[in-house]
Nanobody, 127 residues
């Protein structure tokens, strides 16, 4: 059974840095597209970044993440990371990772494509 567990969320000040981890168990995550999403109460879920299954080597970022966030994969640890730098108060949200079991083509932020979700980790950025 595929299981995703996020960690690394914390409270930081503006300009700070966090590394979020998405640990995958039950399957080899190299064969799955992995996406990072974030959500604030009362707002729609927002795609932050995604990485395709390993053989495609495709990465995408949402507009709010470009130039500040970096996604990476460590196959030896079956883990996908999301590095958040130069954090802003508007980055405050619950960040969740999700797995796309049929990652045809470039990775994307279509929520319906992601069948498996973690529980989320809270990121709070204060000014």
């Amino acid at each position: 059974q595929l299981l995703l567990v996020e960690s690394g969320g914390d409270s930081v000040q503006t300009g700070g840095f966090l590394r979020l981890s998405c640990a995958v168990s039950g399957v080899n995550s190299d064969y799955y597209g992995i996406g990072w999403f974030r959500q604030v109460p009362g707002k729609e879920r927002e795609g932050v970044s995604c990485i395709s299954e390993k053989s495609r080597s495709n990465i995408n970022y949402g507009d709010s993440a470009k130039g500040r966030f970096t996604i990476s994969r460590d196959s030896t640890k079956n883990t996908v990371y999301l590095d958040l730098k130069n954090l802003r108060p508007e980055d405050t949200a619950v960040y969740s990772c999700a797995a796309d079991p049929a990652p045809y083509g470039p990775c994307n932020f279509e929520v319906r494509n992601y069948d498996f979700w973690g529980q989320g980790t809270q990121v709070t950025v204060s000014s």
